[in-house]
């Protein structure tokens, strides 16, 4: 528990990493929301084959790894099906809306300075500590 | 076709940098909005890691024209701070707060994540189809 910060850092520097590599070299900003999304509603498909690309990288490497790690992974989703789907549902709409989500808005958007970056960062933090704090504190049902 | 080569290195850095940092892991995503509970601080050395290497890849590419590969650079960010991306940007964290999984994440963890995992990966789907939908609404309100 006490080095889980050390891991933390190091995978936040992967992240910046492959988000620095993506756009100096392909020219993008490495967004999960807008990649995914522009496949999802047709927008992106003039660049389906390096959006599908993107996402064939991102869920495939994480699966050859998981073998290799000493620490069990789990993502420790609950097992609450109407809750899933709600936030499923909430996370597509909204990114799509903001037209960004943790990687577009907080990584890419934060490290330049973006006004809209910063300001959908603030918005989403705020929104996920509070049904943090409503649906585990106040109904404890997270 | 390199574009598309690139693409998926991207992305698979991007997942493995998500696996290692615990994001694919709802309980530190929650531990870490949870600022009333037991805070969990990694996700801040997550986001600051993140946010390093993308600094000096906005600073180089400021001084390009072109990506490596040859195409434009990203333009500008917009400055307005509207509706959508506010609106969007609660809707995201409210589903993030509840069930601890953003759209990176998610994808990476598909092979590991189960039912759950996958119902929240069709949800979030269905939410950016429907997402156009929401936005020429919410533009149409005065």
Redo the contacts between chains.
């Keep these: 528990m006490q080095i ?27 967004g ?2 807008g990649i ?2 522009g496949l ?2 047709r927008t992106g498909w003039g660049t389906w ?3 599908l ?11 050859l ?2 073998p290799f ?1 000493t620490a069990p ?7 609450n ?1 109407p ?17 960004g ?3 577009g ?8 300075f ?4 910063i ?3 603030i ?11 409503v ?3 106040l109904f404890g049902s ?1 | 076709m390199l ?26 995503v ?1 531990g870490w ?5 037991a805070w ?19 600073a ?2 400021a001084r ?1 024209a ?4 040859g ?4 333009g500008k ?5 509207d509706r ?21 994440p ?9 039912v ?2 996958a ?14 939908a ?2 020429l609404r ?1 533009n149409a309100m005065a």
């Excluded at chain 2, 119902?119 to 156009?132: C, I």
């Design positions: 889980d910060w050390i891991w933390g850092l190091v995978g936040g520097l992967m992240i910046g990493t492959a988000a620095a590599f993506y756009l100096l070299v392909n020219g993008r900003i490495m999960a929301s995914v999304g999802v509603d084959a390096e959006r690309s993107f996402v064939a990288g991102l869920a495939l490497i994480p699966a790894m998981k790690l992974v789990d993502t420790h989703i609950t097992d099906m809750a899933v789907v709600l936030a499923g549902l909430l996370v597509g709409v909204g990114t799509r809306l903001a037209n989500c943790t990687s808005h907080g990584v890419c958007g934060i490290s330049r973006s006004a809209r970056g300001a959908a960062t918005f989403y933090l705020f929104a996920g500590g509070l049904a943090v704090i649906f585990r504190h997270i | 574009r598309n080569i690139t693409s998926l290195i991207a992305g698979g850095l991007f997942g493995a940098g998500l696996l290692v940092s615990g994001m694919t892991d709802t309980t530190k929650q909005l949870d600022i009333f509970g969990d601080p990694t996700l801040a050395f997550v986001l600051g890691g993140a946010i390093l290497p993308m600094m000096l890849a906005w180089v590419a390009r072109r990506s490596l590969l195409s434009d650079l990203p960010p917009g400055t307005e701070i959508n991306l506010m609106i969007g940007s609660l809707m995201f964290g409210a589903g993030w707060g509840l069930v601890g999984l953003c759209p990176g998610a994808v990476a963890s598909i092979s590991w994540g189960g759950g995992g119902v929240f990966l069709v949800s979030m789907f269905a939410g950016m189809y429907v997402a156009p929401f936005r919410f």
